[in-house]
């Protein structure tokens, strides 16, 4: 059984919740690989499929969103998960996350076995001025608590499902 696990990620956050749980994958014997929706033309080979992104002003990144709606006949094919990651400091305990504005529609589209939201990560320290717009570094400096939220725990738990779903199914 191969398991693609893509992402979308501009900070590094997202990458990180895709390495970990493309590696319980591993771990619990899928023959995974892990890319970044960044350098994907199309989708690769797999059975299933684990999309991820970063949340940046309640949008999918430009990539992970792109490549998910010009791949929608093989996803709505195949058994797909679908997570974002975003919420930051009391939002991310809060457990009323906002789910980026693209989910909706990729529900209809692709019939995801599930879609989860993660807390996320910011590091200002590894921010490049190029990262971020000018408005951006703004918003993100008044609005944005800095820090490292992820649940791994919770990551784990919704990896072990995907793992348990794909050998059972
Ligand atoms: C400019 C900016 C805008 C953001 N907008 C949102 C948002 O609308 N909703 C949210 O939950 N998180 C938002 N975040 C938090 C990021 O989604 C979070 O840091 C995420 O883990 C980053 O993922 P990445 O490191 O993979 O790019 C924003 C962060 C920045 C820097």
């Not at 940046?56 to 058994?79: E, F, N």
């Not at 995801?112 to 993660?118: G, Q």
């Not at 784990?156 to 059972?168: H, N």
């Amino acid at each position: 059984m191969r398991v693609a696990v893509i992402y979308g990620s501009r900070l590094g956050a997202t990458r990180g919740i895709a390495e970990r749980v493309a590696a319980r994958l591993g771990v619990a014997g899928l023959d995974v690989r892990i890319e970044s929706a960044e350098r994907l033309r199309d989708l690769p080979a797999a059975d299933a499929f684990v999309i991820g992104s970063g949340i940046y002003g309640q949008h999918w990144m430009k990539d992970a969103a792109a490549l998910v709606k010009r791949s929608t006949a093989v996803l709505r094919a195949h058994p797909v998960w679908l997570f974002s990651s975003g919420p930051l400091g009391r939002w991310a305990t809060s457990g009323d996350a906002i789910e980026p504005r693209e989910i909706a529609g990729f529900r209809r589209a692709i019939q995801p076995l599930d879609h989860r939201v993660f807390a996320g990560a910011l590091d200002r320290t590894a921010l490049k001025s190029s990262d971020l717009s000018l408005t951006e570094r703004v918003v993100s400096r008044r609005f944005l608590p800095e820090g490292d939220f992820r649940d791994w725990t919770a990551i784990d738990a919704w990896a072990d499902g995907i793992a348990r779903g794909l050998s059972i199914g």
